[in-house]
């Protein structure tokens, strides 16, 4: 290990630090894989950012933060953010704290109810399966500008996968699909998350997997 890997904290390290650092309890199931990220992703990305940048470092702690709450089952152990004090919520809409993020997950609270994807419908695990399978060589997200440093941290970003997956009853098409935002985030001194406000149009998404036609919402 550098001296300069021991004098970063361990959540500005990367995925992969952070994943062989835990222990195996930590993890809902298994330790997630992310090898697609490192053979698939560098060829679909739009950017390059310089080892170091504040966009290579928003970049790297939101991908840890998304990790941890896509795998790791106790907020306690999210070492991205200060779990105590986290929120995060999209377009305005009720903030929900870490707990909450991780009883439901990132995917039903990011997305919500929608003409075609119902959250209210949707487990953790169902919400998860729901968009593997719709991408399953991978899902993926990158930095493309930070426009205000910390505290107050404001980025824009792009999320993309190639439809090859069947998407609740709808048929894949092969086409990339992508959708942008922006982000507002604020955190401490050494980058540990408290709050996450993101701002996109969840439409651009779900309407490609859904061939335009609203899904239907089970009865309770």
Excluded at 14 to 42: C, F, Q
Excluded at 180 to 200: K, S
């Amino acid at each position: 290990m550098t001296a300069e890997a021991i004098d970063t904290p361990l959540h500005l390290q990367g995925r992969d630090a952070v994943i062989a650092a835990a222990a195996p309890e930590d993890w809902r199931e298994n330790a997630p894989d992310y090898h697609l990220s490192k053979t698939v992703m560098p060829g679909q990305r739009t950017t390059d950012h310089a080892e170091g940048s504040l966009e290579a470092i928003v970049e790297q702690l939101v991908q840890v933060f998304e990790m941890e709450v896509s795998h790791k089952k106790d907020p306690a152990k999210w070492l991205s953010v200060v779990a105590e004090h986290y929120r995060g919520r999209v377009n305005g809409l009720a903030w929900q704290d870490a707990e909450e993020f991780a009883r439901i997950g990132s995917y039903n609270i990011l997305i919500g109810d929608n003409p075609y994807y119902q959250a209210d419908d949707e487990t953790f695990e169902s919400s998860h399966k729901v968009f593997h399978t719709a991408f399953p060589n991978g899902f993926y997200w990158e930095v493309l500008e930070v426009l205000a440093g910390p505290p107050t941290v404001t980025f824009k970003w792009r999320h993309w996968g190639t439809y090859e997956g069947e998407y609740k009853g709808h048929q894949p098409t092969g086409e990339v699909i992508e959708f942008y935002g922006m982000t507002v985030a604020r955190v401490t001194e050494d980058l540990r998350i408290l709050e996450l406000e993101h701002f996109y149009d969840n439409n651009q998404l779900l309407g490609p997997l859904a061939h335009g036609c609203p899904v239907a919402h089970d009865a309770k």
